[in-house]
């Protein structure tokens, strides 16, 4: 019988790991052996022209450094072009994914008219491309809602933070599948992705917290099963932001133990879990932290 608990650690090989992924990495890890399941780890490599080449090797073994060792074998989504076509097909032969033809500014434009905030889709293109050349493929949420009887409103729960809630077309719009330099869109390639490793369980940094409603619909569309989603506390930058290469965040330190210890005792703190003592390997902290984390009764 195969562990009802498959999770996995979904890293962007845009840069080694820093403090702040290594929360997500290891409280992706601890769950999984809290839960007695399985860990998979994703390289999420689609966006290529942000990918450093390299960096997805260095990730693993900087993993490996850590003590978080796959359960099964990594997938790289560079590999899985086939599978993101499949289902944008599933999703045009039911009419719910249409050809956008808008540029940037078209966008904006169209949205300071109807004063959307920033980030919201129009729909312009729903009704069809006007002559114009197609570029992006875009999501009709409301086709897709009304179709399956799903409300307006998607409502989650995070483990973490509770219920949450959004509207994804008033508050996102038709987001886009394929983008117009002929990149898989990550809403696509996740769920896609999660569905095909058999995810139960995604942990992740809370600032993809907001991508969850898109992706439920998404996972609706195609007929997938919802994952349970908890969502880890952020590591903030000296500047108050998210902790990421672009504001500081140094490659983690794993040349010795030692050094993986403090990396990892750093990463259990942001999670609410005690302090491993200092002549524990690596691998005796990760038990610790099993063991304190099953006492805890899983939500
Ligand atoms: N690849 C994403 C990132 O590194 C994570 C995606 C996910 O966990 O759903 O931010």
Known sequence: MGSPYTGRFAPSPTGLLHAGSLVAALASWLDARAH???????????????????ADQAILQQLAACGLLPDGPVLWQSQRGEYYAAALQTLVDQGWAYPCGCSRKEIESAQA???????????TCRQGLRGKPARAWRLNVQA????LGLPAVTHWR???????QQNVSQEVGDFVLRRA???????????????AQGITHVVRGQDLADNTARQIVLQRALGLPTPQYLHTPLVMAANGEKLSKQNGAQALNLQTPQAVLAA?????????????????APTQALALWTGQLRGKAPP
């Open 36 to 54: 007695a399941g399985r860990w998979l780890v994703r390289i999420e490599d689609v966006d290529t022209p942000r990918c450093v080449p390299g």
């Open 113 to 123: 008219v109807a004063r959307h905030s920033a980030a919201v889709y129009p729909g």
């Open 144 to 147: 897709v809602q009304a179709a």
């Open 158 to 164: 995070d483990r973490r933070l509770g219920p949450q």
């Open 181 to 195: 330099d002929g990149l898989w869109a990550y809403q696509l390639a996740v769920v896609v992705d999660d569905a």
């Open 264 to 280: 990892l005792n750093a990463a259990a703190q942001v999670l609410g879990l005690s302090a491993a003592p200092a002549h524990l």
